[in-house]
Each structure stands twice: as structure tokens, then as C-alpha cells.
């Protein structure tokens, strides 16, 4: 190939990327409910019809929902009680809450706009509703946190990144990597957001805080010896999520 082509290419490339950059700031915005700035692609409303759309399918691949109405509607009451009492209910988000009917999987979580799940392998380990409470308000605040939605703009921009160092100078498998150990990092701090706005919705809410900690514990047990160290995880290890929930409940004064 000759030295004109290659100019070419690199300079292709340098469009590409700078677009990648000036799109990404153009979208950037700052987060009302937790004062971040943001990188967002999505509206809300695009936000809320996706996990409308994912949340049938989510269901599914545990199970299906779990086959109690007493049981469904105690975690009703208990996330709508978060959600009515806290910023989450003026926000545009359309908030369920399902109980998953997997009784080995013990995990909960939140799809963008407001479709919160939770295994029933975890419920019946919670040992109280001020425990629950704790689950719940973490995974609103991965809601509130707008944290699916960076994850989505994250995506792009990094796609985008690696087509134009393809281009450029055949290095795209490099900025992909990177890529995705940025996403990796900011699921960390998706995390720690969510614990840290978890407590406060709990406080809030008039349930006791601490209590969060335990769900920590008993997320450490359940995850056994075994569990993957911090670095290779995209969740932060419990006995560092409980050092945060301890300096959030001294900072919200629960």
C-alpha cells in the first residue's frame, strides 16, 4: 500500500474517532437525582419502552415469575414504599417489581426505566423486609442512576473508537479491549452509586439501614470461598461494599 493510502487511511480514522469524542460530549448531561454527568444516548422513554420490551424474556430465562401472589405482592408493597417515599417518585421511570421464580440463582436486578426483579433463591434468604428494602433500593437506584443507558452510550462510543483505529492503523482489537475494561470499571461504580443511593431511599423510607449490610453477608456466603477476586468481577467485593454502606449511613445520618 502506498504512503498517499495510508495517509488517507489515518486520516479517516482521526474523522472517526474525533466523531466518536464529539458525540460523546455532546451527549454528555448531568444526572438530576445524582448529580453526575453523564454520557446518555437514550430517553427515558426509550429507556422504559426497552425494559418493557426485555422484561417478558428476562422472566423467562429464570423461570418465570414465581408462582405466589401473597409472596409477589409483599415485594410490591415494599418497593412501592421505597419508591413513594424517595426522589424515585418523581421521576418519569414506570417502576415493577417481579419475583422470579428461580430458586438456585440468587441475584436481583434492574432493567433501564424501571423493571426491578429479584430471585426467589434470594427472597428466601432475606430475613427480614428491612433487608429486602436494602435490595430493592439498590436496584432503584440503578434505575435512578441511568446506569443501563451510560452502559448503552459507553458501548457505542467504544465500537466507534475501535472502527476508527481500524482504519487507521489496524488497531481496533486494542481499543476495543480497552473499551471493555472501562465498562468493566464504571460497573463497579454503578455499584457502589447504587448502594451509596440505596441507603438513603432505605432511610427515607423509614427502614433500617444497616440492615443492608446483612444482605451484603449474605450475598459474601452465598457466593461461597470461591467467589472471583475484585479485579475480575464487575461488582466491587462485599466486604468493600460494606465499608461504603457504613460511611453512607454516617453521611445521610441513619
Known sequence: MGRSSWKIRILIGLAIVAFAFFKKCANTEENPYTGKDQAISLSTEEEIAIGLQSAPQMAQEYGGLYPDDRMQAYVDMVGNKLVDNTVARDTPYQYDFHLLADPQTVNAFALPGGQIFITYALLSKLENEDQLAGVLGHEVGHVLGRHSAERIA???????????????????????????????????????????????????????????????????????????PEFKSTHPDPDNRIEKIEEAIVKYGG
Do not use: C, H
Request: net charge negative; charged share 20%; no cysteine.
Open 154 to 228: 459507553n458501548s457505542d462510543f467504544w465500537q466507534t473508537l475501535a472502527q476508527g483505529a481500524s482504519v487507521g492503523a489496524d488497531a481496533g482489537g486494542l481499543v476495543a479491549g480497552i473499551g471493555q475494561n472501562v465498562l468493566l470499571g464504571n460497573g463497579r461504580g454503578d455499584e457502589l452509586e447504587s448502594d451509596d443511593l440505596g441507603v438513603r431511599f432505605m432511610i427515607k423510607a423509614g427502614y433500617n439501614p444497616r440492615e443492608m449490610i446483612q444482605v451484603m453477608e449474605i450475598l459474601k456466603a452465598a457466593a461461597g470461598p470461591n467467589r472471583a
